[in-house]
């Protein structure tokens, strides 16, 4: 079997060896984090000149020593991002045959962020010299094809650091009816039947159906069993499955979820706070191992109950190692070395190997090293700035290698640091604001400074961390935290299952729990949470406040919520400027630590327009299941692992504009993105009523509601989700969103009359929404910091 390109014009089906991974670094010194990795990428290529091996199969190996192996799944790229703790260098090959009936010339666009080598029929045609971080590369490419088979081969070299987006793609604009995809060797055709057989596979509720009943070799995990119509019963409350198929030589998977079993978690805890506290210390020391990133927040509990014993050793020393290692992220294990060590008296043999570690670690990146820790999020810089401070402290005569400094310089140049972000904080608010992922961290490196820090440091973390706490709750909507955030992952369409809620329920028990080992912090701390947020969590809120240099919105009424970030601001100014292209910053101040964040990952200034990373722009919801939401994808399946991802992120930012219970959201995809389609979550099954009519969507829950409209037709798309998400294909879309209830419209059917009757219109020459006295224009921005 042959396959297609798919309706883009892109090729799916490829056979790919690699990625290989090497240890990576270049012998220089940089006081610039991103400037060392951009050194870095410009000399990553080895200048090796790659032909194409004129024996390619499945299972046999290239000259990277590892084998050639399908990728397929409904990717419009061979995408295999991933996540790199130390700078690596990725190498991967590609190929794919072209079938065409008569020789011809076509025009293609080559996508990457890598360095790529395209060979076509043995000659090199297309080169891609450096590597970026962002944004996408779009190469416009001619390949001369010949009649019958034309072989496709891929060298990709990329610096692997942090977040890596290792990605090919190659995309025909005309005549696409006249390609087609085969692979070398023998079995490959099987498996592009196998793929198409399981992304063909429709879930409903615990059933998987297949067009033609169950294929050989198919099964499930867990264990399914057959029905008589030649449909699969999953177990039932089954939350998450695998669809496996097995063909003569290899196996295909398809991950599914079944949202309908995928709900909140309520557990029961003790009355008081104090029992409270002991509950979570003892869920908290249950997570005990060594080979844990984190599971140094683990030990710090087993010592708190007094449950420590020797194999707490095992587990303290690879923590240890991680630091030593620098690895990204080796600030969170720092952060919970030094609480240890605050919190209780340790055996010397330990206390020696804890001082050796940090006597030699990097506080910053103005300090001696090459390594791919990131300094610069919110998180990390004040993680960074309280280890410096505080394990200065520890060491005050003591010489720290990489600075060349005392320990007690090292303590006074930590605290001014962490000065500089305590008052940045406190006057313009966070830059990562309800963050699903990152609140959690960012509290337990305040509370070290609550209970370790100089008085004033003490009382400026503990006022910050209030304002967090209070933010979180006034988002707080019947349990569950609804915000745009400044960073999110694909929780997003959870909000019960995000990070965050595991502060909303140490604060209120009960709303529903999550589990996070960061909260080994606030449950060992003298830190107590101020008066009144319960009230606030469950307050009716109508308000618009001003984040960083985002404008948010939030109204909160009984029965539904809707929030948003404006793009742009309707002052269209900033709270702060970025100082990263100014000729002689003060690379010391939180200012620049600020502008490299917003480099990197994405600004909070949101503008129509601009490339996005994380930043999550709206919600509207009826309850924490029944929700909402638009965005413009970074990946093209729910598996990618790419930031901006599926569902969580914009590739590039629409306008967006909230007036109370009304929305709207435009957006305007550029040729320089490889990506031309919009999406709604819309989690059927959590409404107890839905249904379209034109180009509205309508969807009831208990006594509330909510409409949806879209500019472009809407079609139903199936991936991990069945029936969650509705797409609109094109360049550009308007999408407008409104919420009621039973108090305002009476009926749903009233509410629906309502709706209809809106002029709602949408100018695509003008680029300009308009529904009654609401309007909403884009208007592209560009800005030179997302290029990175």
Known sequence: MAGKLNREGFITNWLISGPKLADFSADCSFDDQLAYEKYMRSVLRDGRTVAPPEDIALDQNSDLDMPWRYIGGGNWFVDVSNFYLLPTRVELYACADLLVDQAMEMCADLWTYTA??????????????????????????????????????????????????????????????????????????????????????????????????????VSTEPQGSPLPDGAIQLPGGTKRAMIKGSGSRHELMRAVEIIGNIKPAYIEQPESEEGRRDDLLHRLAESKGAASARSIFSVIARYTLGLNDASDHEAIRANLKRIHDRVDCSDFTAAGVIRLVKMFDLDSEILAEIRKTFLHYRFWMDQNGADGMCFWSENHALLFHGAQMLAGGMYPDDLFSRSGLTGRQQEALGAERCRDWLDDVAEHGFEEFISSGYMSVTIGALINLVDYGPEDISKKAAHVTDMMLKQLSRHTFKGSVFGPQGRVYRDVITPFEQGVQAIINYVNPATPFHHSEWMIFPATSKYRVPDGLVQMMNAVISDRYGCANAEIALEKRKNYLMTSVASPRADDGLRWRGICFDENPDRGSNLYTMSLNERFHGTTDFRPGVYGYQQHLWYAALDPEALVFTNHPGGTVDSSSMRPGYWYGNGVFPAVKQEKNLLGAVYAIPDDHPIHFTHLYFPAEKFEDYFQRGNWLFARKGEAWLGVWCSEPLEWHDDMLAKCELRAHGDKSAWLCLCSDKAADGSFGGFIARCEALPVLFDRGRMLLTCGDFALRYAVHFDNTQYV
């Open 116 to 217: 790529i080598d395209l060979w076509v029929n043995g000659e090199l045609t297309a080169t891609v010299e450096r590597p970026v971080y962002k944004p996408i590369i779009r190469k416009p490419i001619a390949l001369k094809l010949k009649r019958g088979a034309n072989r496709i081969f891929i060298r990709m070299q990329n610096l692997g650091v942090r977040d890596t987006r290792n990605i090919i793609g190659l995309q025909f604009k005309e005549a696409t009816e006249a390609i087609s995809v085969s692979l070398p060797g023998d079995g490959a055709e099987e498996l592009i039947a196998l793929d198409t057989a399981l992304r063909g596979a429709c879930v409903c509720g615990e059933v998987i159906r297949f067009t033609d009943g169950i294929p050989a070799g």
